[in-house]
Antibody
Framework: QVQLVESGGGLVKPGGSLRLSCAASGFTFSDYYMSWIRQAPGKGPEWLSYISNGGDSIYYGDSVKGRFTISRDNAKYSLYLHMDSLRAEDTAVYYC??????????????WGQGTRVTVSS | DFQMTQFPSTLSASVGDRVTITCRASQSISIWLAWYQQRPGKAPKLLIYKASSLQSGVPTRFSGSGSGTEFTLTISSLQPDDFATYYCQHYNNYLTAFGQGTRVEIK
């Protein structure tokens, strides 16, 4: 079955960096766009970034543009999010999700369980 | 600025009730709308995409309708598992926005 497992979250100081990973299994990773979404405590989801199946098309939300970098390694069935210049408002649970662009559209059809990032001094 | 407005923010209902949640877009989005269910401490789960297409494995008591600017998610007969928070999401290629959520609680 489809599985997405995030890792790499933790406590980081303001201005620091962190790299999140998402390990995919149960589907052909290179056939799918992927996405990162986050959810701050008590808030709704906030989309952060998409990456195309080949990694050649990338999109970011305004709140993370220039600070966060999405990437993928299809051979390793892995998705990444490198986060720089972290701020207190980046504190959230971070999810990776699958995007079935070629079969049904840009909705997020499978999500991981999330990894928590806390930015605090 | 594009916005998705979801209402009500909280809804109290009983098992067996018919429940409707509304999502309104600030401009026409055709049928590019999805609905998600999120239980406490869990990731969101896709229920409906393209406004009215039921995601595989989702019970048929969930249905979606609408186009343009107004959309609804209906649960025909609320079950104990359905007490959760529901979010709408507009998507159009890489442009996307979530609604603020509707918490469905036990009356």
């Amino acid at each position: 079955q489809v599985q997405l497992v995030e890792s790499g979250g933790g406590l980081v100081k303001p201005g620091g960096s962190l790299r999140l990973s998402c390990a995919a299994s149960g589907f052909t990773f290179s056939d799918y766009y992927m996405s990162w979404i986050r959810q701050a405590p008590g808030k709704g989801p906030e989309w952060l970034s998409y990456i195309s199946n080949g990694g050649d098309s990338i999109y970011y939300g305004d709140s993370v543009k220039g600070r966060f970098t999405i990437s993928r390694d299809n051979a390793k069935y892995s998705l990444y999010l490198h986060m720089d210049s972290l701020r207190a408002e980046d504190t959230a649970v971070y999810y990776c999700a699958r995007v079935p662009v070629y079969s049904s559209g840009w909705q997020l059809d499978k999500w991981g369980q999330g990894t928590r990032v806390t930015v605090s001094s | 600025d594009f916005q998705m407005t979801q209402f009500p923010s909280t809804l109290s209902a009983s098992v067996g009730d018919r429940v409707t949640i509304t999502c309104r877009a600030s401009q026409s989005i055709s049928i590019w709308l999805a609905w998600y269910q999120q239980r406490p401490g869990k990731a969101p789960k896709l229920l409906i995409y393209k406004a009215s297409s039921l995601q595989s494995g989702v019970p048929t008591r969930f249905s979606g309708s609408g186009s343009g600017t107004e959309f609804t998610l209906t649960i025909s007969s609320l079950q104990p598992d359905d007490f959760a928070t529901y979010y709408c999401q507009h998507y159009n290629n890489y442009l996307t926005a979530f609604g603020q959520g509707t918490r469905v609680e036990i009356k």
